[in-house]
């Protein structure tokens, strides 16, 4: 008697392949189908999921930042839209600024104190440097102009339509950036120079055009020439003037 591999059972020792072929199949069978005991099958693989979630917040996390530190409004991750605003009138026509209260609230409160006293009313655009920026904010003499200390805003970018501050002071390490007082300026292109590393003491963004920047740029295109009030050989000052009739808060 003989064992069968493939079974155990008893089989007389001539008559074994015979059984094999009947019962089981043969050997070409068996090479087919592989070991008769059953051996555990790998789990298929599954679609990597946890990688795809992994991948998914990277990516909301890194577009966030994105639009946070360069497409946001000024260029800053501390400056969600504040609703608080400001109507610009001039005698090219009328635009709206957004204030930054967040991240410049000394410099927005200053400039808020000036609007609520009206000491922006009647004054003019008076540096028209195209492709750079137009200047205002110049008070009349004998009104109360203190000075304004420099803030760090967490980032905010000169960025175009942007408006900041201007100062006297260079900007460098050892300078005072504490001489700004009520003049301000309307970046009309990403003015990179005037934030670090360029200048130490960045000049102070706190809020934005956020309607009527056609009349930014009818005002930017104006013919100038030399004149008092900007650096020499300079030519920003406007041929005919530009006048802010009013600025109002929203």
Partial sequence: MATCPECGNKVAKDKLKAHQRRVHGGEEAQRTRGPRKDTPVPAAAGFPWMFVGVGLVAAIVVTAALYFTV???GGGSNNPPSG?????VTNYGTFTIEFYPNAAPRTVAAFKSHISKYD??????????????IQGGNLASGVA???????????????KYTLAMARSDDGKIGSDPNTATSSFFVNLKDNTNLDRP?????????????????????????????????????????????????IRLG
Avoid: C, M, Q
């Fill in 71 to 73: 497409l946001a409004p």
């Fill in 84 to 88: 608080d605003t400001a109507v610009i």
């Fill in 120 to 133: 922006f009313d009647n004054t003019r655009f008076h540096r028209v440097f195209a492709g750079y920026v």
């Fill in 145 to 159: 102009n203190p000075i304004v200390p420099w803030e760090d805003t967490g980032g905010l970018l000169n960025t």
């Fill in 198 to 246: 360029g200048y130490y003491y960045n000049f102070v963004v706190f809020g934005k055009v956020i309607d009527g920047t056609s009349v930014i740029e009818t005002i930017a295109s104006v013919p100038t020439g030399p004149g008092p009030g900007v650096p020499p050989g300079e030519n920003s000052v406007p041929l005919s003037p530009v006048t802010v009739s009013s």
